[in-house]
């Protein structure tokens, strides 16, 4: 099955300053990656999501890039804020054939913005 | 739209203990699952369902019950908890059976089993 590996765990960044949280796919057939937020006390939520056939994917502040060759995909994150402190999940999703797809997400990395 | 909705919040339960975990959305998802989330573990998907009257197995299914009468309910039975099942549990839903279908999550249940 698909694995998803994340690093670093933690991140810890001045404001102001750029952050990058990268993730690894196993499987070469999975087509679509989210990132989720996840805030202290709450449940993830979808913050930006990009499909195997575009390379990069921008929404304000934050971009995802994805490098299928290297089954890699990273969350850009400019100009950092206190609130961008929080749990970040990249996922991946493979689809099977005859039934549906299933997310398989990576441990997560806290990210740290120091005012 | 109140969305994905969850109780309890916390919940404390002793070994062999059965309590069943709450989970409602109001946005007439077809699609909705469970995962559980534990320390450097990630999130984990429980069991899901398709629509109402068809559920199946996600990666960690063993010691919950499931089942989908309405589109809207998606309760999660613990049988007899264990101590291996403290979790947060976080209950989901998206509209349609695509994976690039927005995925909504319920706050999270807290449960610990002594």
């Known amino acids: 099955g698909e694995n998803v590996e994340q690093h670093p765990s933690t991140l810890s960044v001045q404001e102001g300053d750029s952050a990058v949280i990268k993730c690894t796919y196993s499987?070469?057939?999975?087509?679509?990656f989210p990132w989720y937020k996840q805030e202290l006390g709450k449940g993830p939520q979808l913050i930006i999501d990009?499909?195997?056939?575009?390379g990069e994917k921008k929404d304000q502040r934050i971009a995802v890039t994805l490098n299928k060759t290297a089954k890699h995909f990273s969350l850009h994150i400019t100009e950092t804020q206190p609130e961008d402190s929080a749990v970040y999940f990249c996922?991946?999703?493979?689809?099977?054939?005859?039934?549906?797809?299933?997310?398989?997400f990576g441990k997560g990395i806290t990210l740290s913005v120091r005012p | 739209n109140a969305g994905v909705t969850q109780t309890p919040k916390f919940q404390v339960l002793k070994t062999g203990q059965s309590m069943t975990l709450q989970c409602a959305q109001d946005?007439?998802?077809?699609?909705m699952s469970w995962y559980r989330q534990d320390p450097g573990m990630g999130l984990r998907l429980i069991h899901y369902?398709?629509?109402?009257?068809?559920?199946d197995q996600g990666e960690v299914p063993n010691g919950y019950n499931v089942s989908r009468s309405t589109t809207e309910d998606f309760p999660l039975r613990l049988l007899s908890a264990a101590p291996s099942q403290t979790s947060v549990y976080f209950c989901?839903?998206?509209?349609?059976?695509?994976?690039?279908?927005?995925?909504?999550f319920g706050p999270g249940t807290r449960l610990t089993v002594l």
């Open positions: 946005m007439n998802h077809e699609y």
């Open positions: 499987d070469s057939a999975s087509n679509y």
């Open positions: 996922a991946a999703s493979t689809l099977y054939t005859g039934a549906n797809s299933k997310l398989t």
């Open positions: 369902s398709v629509g109402a009257g068809i559920t």
């Open positions: 990009i499909r195997s056939n575009v």
């Open positions: 989901a839903s998206r509209m349609g059976l695509a994976e690039y279908n927005e995925q909504f």
